[in-house]
């Protein structure tokens, strides 16, 4: 099989369109078959459920080709898990978690001519999602979904890839307490835009959102968890009900528990103790772990020790660990890895 003539490595976090998707269709209380389709557009009537109340969810990970040639992909069933969550939180009807990954494993392989090469800086981008689609316009679930997967070859989320970010405290909330952030719901990254705008024009990278009830504790980003460092190298991430339940989070805490013997505590951290940190990075599919630099809460500046020029040291071994386990060079756990070809 030919690659696809692709400069890898100065892919960005982009859209490329593909050779083939993967589509399955709900109507009458069940799931169609589900097949690989060339028709990248989509058509549906104007009064459509997500167009109308936005009745869509979806999830993002990643394959890999690894050092042995391998095309793999990571711990596809917990997005399978969560993805069903969103679901159930938003009236729609799940897909069979093993149906799942077993449409993403279809979906990568048809187009595998865009997986990038190991070594290539980039890895392919696959983005299930599902929507309502039949019209409604009193305030109600849609009766039909679309189930879709497509790919996108991609590099960096962050542009600059491995150079600490530039945060601000924002004055938005993503979530609601009872709300939804603790799902991958498109209407959370809808509340994000505006906010993200906003940072972009003061000339920060990201948002730091905090708890929307008292806005003294850090949530996450708009497309990432937080993971701090303390000075004595223990790993500390938030823990709250309307953060998303990351994956990379979840498997760096194990990472970081079993590989390196650190130590982890996963629970509330105070705005006011973030300047007692030693480093801070953000994770997820997109993001991998990007490390943070400088937080702005509104006009104090909170300067991280590891610096504005890399990565500090506790951050990069978890990134050389995940990536690692990824890409194939160091051992993974039983059952993260779910080799494609
Ligand atoms: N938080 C938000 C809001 C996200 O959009 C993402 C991306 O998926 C994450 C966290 C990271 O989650 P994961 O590691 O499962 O990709
Ligand atoms: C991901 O990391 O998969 C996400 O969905 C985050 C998004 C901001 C690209």
Known sequence: ??????????????????????????????????????????????????????????????????????????????????????????????????????????????????????????????????FGINPVIGVKPADEYQFRIFTTPVGPYFKGGAKPLTLCVSDFDRAAPHGTGHVKSGLNYAMSLHAIVSAHKNGYDENMYLDPATRTKVEETGGANFIFITKDQKVVTPKSDSILPSITRRSLIYVAEHYLGLKVEEREVLLEEVKDFAECGLCGTAAVISPVGKIVDHGTEICMPSGMNEMGPVTKKLYDTLTGIQMGRVEAPEGWIQIIK
């Not at 391998?70 to 069979?96: G, Q, W, Y």
């Open 1 to 130: 099989m030919e690659k696809k003539n692709i400069d890898w490595a100065n892919l960005g976090f982009g859209y490329m369109q593909c050779d083939q998707r993967y589509v399955a269709e709900y109507k009458d209380g069940k799931w169609s078959e589900g097949q690989l389709t060339e028709e990248a557009s989509i058509t549906m009537n104007e009064c459509a459920g997500v167009l109308q109340y936005a009745q869509t969810c979806f999830e993002g990970l990643k394959a890999y080709t690894t050092e042995e040639g391998h095309i793999v992909t990571f711990r596809p069933d917990l997005n399978a898990a969560r993805m069903k969550d969103s679901c159930l939180r938003l009236e729609m009807p799940v897909f069979d978690e093993q149906r799942f990954v077993d449409a993403v494993c279809e979906t990568v392989l048809a187009n595998e001519a865009y997986v990038p090469p190991y070594g290539s800086g980039a890895t392919l981008y696959i983005r299930p999602y599902m």
